[in-house]
């Protein structure tokens, strides 16, 4: 379903890395609502601008953080940009499929080194289901090494355009990450890459990362069956991370506040692609929790012990490290004290990908 709604701007109210937010007043419903622009695709919004929206989502509350969309300024149409590098498409076939610069394409500085990269070094790649593990895993990771490089290679699972994540924005602005890139069909990282392959090769010898998280970006998709959600792609990665010769480090999606029976515990979600789609090893790791839980825990991952390797990684520390994250951390609505396990378990995953580095 689209549906197509016209307006005016009434307020430009604030704006991050990519993303510019407004309140918008629908035309004859007089409607007020938050919109969401990239100005990189639509130019960038004043008030009084008559803005084409998308509200499709919106009118279905779903994943769209509560905004419509702003697909274009139809009186007021950004300028051309130069001429330059660049044929990728992304978003492709779309009406704002956006052309970029591959990072190992033709007319990339970066083509030469990547050209015959092929090869991780054995870098430590922490494979997550949710947007929601990103800044978790970085917590984990500066727990234990606070000097490492952390890249994101961000999967189009989710959100296309990686400016919809104010996550990401403060992850960069604040140097918790290296640099960000999109692959596949999503697009707006520091650099752009046509597969989960090449973006985790730019990630290890372009932007130098000592580890690179691998998840979905914001508004995974699921249908409540084993094989229909988003995060399904973290099995692949997990192949891909091995076929590259790195270390792969499964970040389970664990919970005691879900109100859904099967994501309690270990997420049906972890062992579909844990146990099913991931073909290659990898260390799946466990935090070190106490009670019922970790029963609980124990008991989910036995079948993964016929193909990964499961670490239990002590937590001891982690609930500092997430509470000084610069960001506010939340999964699905719930924030740090309402679901404290599932970030603890990110964040040791992350503690554990940072001990795999070699001492400097």
């Known amino acids: 379903m689209i549906t197509w709604r016209?307006?005016?701007v009434l307020e430009?109210?604030?704006e991050w890395r990519g993303a510019v937010e407004l309140t918008v007043r629908q035309d004859g419903s007089g409607d007020v609502v938050r919109?969401?622009?990239y100005p990189a695709l639509v130019g960038r919004p004043e008030p009084g601008d008559t803005v084409l929206l998308n509200t499709g989502a919106l009118t279905l509350g779903l994943g769209t953080g509560g905004y419509a969309m702003v697909v274009a300024l139809p009186d007021r149409l950004p300028p051309d940009p130069p001429p330059g590098p660049g044929h990728l498409v992304k978003g492709r076939y779309t009406p704002l499929q956006?052309?970029?610069l591959g990072a190992d394409e033709q007319d990339s500085p970066h083509h030469e080194l990547l050209r015959d990269a092929d090869d991780l070094d054995g870098m430590?790649?922490?494979v997550a289901d949710?947007?929601?593990?990103l800044p978790a895993v970085c917590a984990g990771v500066r727990a234990e090494r606070p000097d490492a490089r952390v890249a994101y290679v961000m999967t189009d699972g989710g959100a296309l355009p990686s400016w919809f994540s104010m996550t990401v924005a403060t992850l960069r602005d604040t140097d918790w990450l290296t640099g960000t890139v999109t692959t596949g069909q999503a697009f707006g990282g520091d650099l752009e890459a046509v597969t989960v392959h090449t973006g985790l090769l730019a990630a290890r010898h372009v932007l130098r990362a000592d580890v690179a998280v691998v998840t979905q970006g914001p508004?995974?998709?699921g249908t409540d069956t084993r094989w229909g959600f988003s995060g399904v792609a973290a099995g692949e990665a997990v192949n891909a991370v091995a076929a590259l010769g790195g270390r792969a480090v499964a970040a389970l999606r664990i919970s005691d506040a879900d109100p859904r029976a099967r994501h309690r515990g270990v997420s049906h979600h972890s062992l579909t692609a844990y146990g099913r789609v991931a073909l290659a090893p990898a260390d799946v790791v466990v935090p070190a929790l106490d009670g019922p839980l970790a029963d609980e825990l124990a008991a989910d991952v036995a079948p993964l012990r016929d193909r990964h390797r499961v670490v239990t990684v002590p937590v001891d520390g982690l609930d500092a490290a997430l509470r000084a994250t610069p960001v506010r951390l939340s999964t699905m609505g719930r924030g740090l004290d309402e679901d404290h396990a599932h970030f603890?378990?990110?964040?040791a995953a992350g503690r554990h990908a940072a001990r795999l580095l070699p001492d400097t």
């Open 6 to 8: 016209r307006g005016e």
């Open 12 to 14: 430009v109210r604030r």
């Open 35 to 37: 919109a969401l622009a």
């Open 98 to 100: 956006a052309i970029v």
């Open 124 to 126: 430590p790649v922490v």
């Open 130 to 133: 949710l947007h929601s593990a």
């Open 219 to 221: 508004g995974n998709l």
């Open 344 to 347: 603890l378990a990110s964040a």
